[in-house]
């Protein structure tokens, strides 16, 4: 089903709305400055320098890394030697603190802007430990409750589940992911019926309308294999990760980028979802 089913509002491969969210913001508040992209080496990087260069034109600098390589030290160098003002990075976690971490050993200083699937505050500072410092003012974007909001109903429920079941890891980005994610399966389940096969299953998400922790709403139509459709920006300041302005929304094309003024809907008892 294409990753009918994940929490992700944005699987690589189906579009590209992170990188346009980050490259928009990156057009708003650096304007005229150098940008450059580091990327994975597959569809995930890919499709984010192309959604990047369509906001921002080409890159003035562009630099690669493969999962199964952690000598990043080259790549960043040739960023630096470049002089990358702005580095919009599609990363997954262990390479977003690489990165940052060889770019602070090499004196190279500039604002890093992180795809949110490897941005969460909580990983990047347990594997960076006392070097976490070098996290700070990183932008990144998000589409879900933020862990270190204690005060939102919907962390308060998924905590009290991890508590319970995995009180052994932390609670953090990947945690709440996971949860969501149970969230979505169990709606899309009761939408199939009692009887539930493939088919009911996928003309069930196809016909969409389930409500969730998102900040944004769901995309799921005919046609479309995306989850949520927006995120909103983060920044973190003084050791926290933080929300910062509104949410936005657009689609997999080159649909406009609206801000998304609805508040997020409150979880069920226990969040567990109801037929």
Not at 87 to 113: C, D, E, R, Y
Not at 149 to 174: L, S
Not at 198 to 218: D, I, M, N, S
Request: hydrophobic content about 35%; charged content about 15%.
């Amino acid at each position: 089903m294409k990753q009918y089913l994940i929490g992700m509002y944005q699987p690589a491969g189906e579009g590209r709305p992170d990188p346009e969210f980050l490259a928009g913001y990156v057009k708003r508040e650096f304007p005229g400055a150098k940008v450059c992209h580091f990327g994975q080496n597959d569809d995930f990087g890919r499709d984010s320098l192309a959604g990047v260069e369509q906001v921002l034109g080409p890159v003035a600098a562009k630099q690669t890394y493969t999962t199964t390589n952690q000598q990043v030290g080259p790549a960043i160098g040739t960023l630096r030697a470049a002089g990358c003002q702005v580095v919009i990075s599609a990363t997954i976690p262990g390479f977003t603190a690489l990165a940052m971490g060889q770019a602070a050993g090499q004196g190279f200083k500039a604002q890093w802007v992180v795809s949110n699937v490897g941005a969460d505050y909580t990983t990047l500072s347990a594997q960076l430990g006392d070097k976490k410092v070098i996290l700070e003012g990183m932008i990144a974007d998000n589409y879900l409750p933020n862990v270190a909001d204690t005060a939102n109903p919907w962390i308060q429920e998924f905590t009290k589940i991890h508590q319970r079941y995995n009180a052994g890891n932390p609670v953090d980005g990947n945690a709440i992911y996971g949860y969501s994610m149970a969230y979505t399966f169990v709606q899309a389940m009761l939408a199939a019926g009692p009887d539930p096969t493939r088919g009911k299953l996928v003309e069930a998400v196809r016909k969409g309308g389930f409500r969730g922790p998102g900040l944004t709403p769901f995309r799921y139509a005919e046609g479309v294999h995306a989850g949520y459709s927006g995120v909103r920006l983060t920044k973190v300041s003084n050791g926290v990760q933080a929300y910062f302005g509104p949410a936005y929304t657009t689609d997999d094309g080159d649909g406009a980028v609206t801000e998304f003024a609805e508040p997020p809907t409150d979880p069920p008892a226990d969040a567990v979802p109801t037929p």
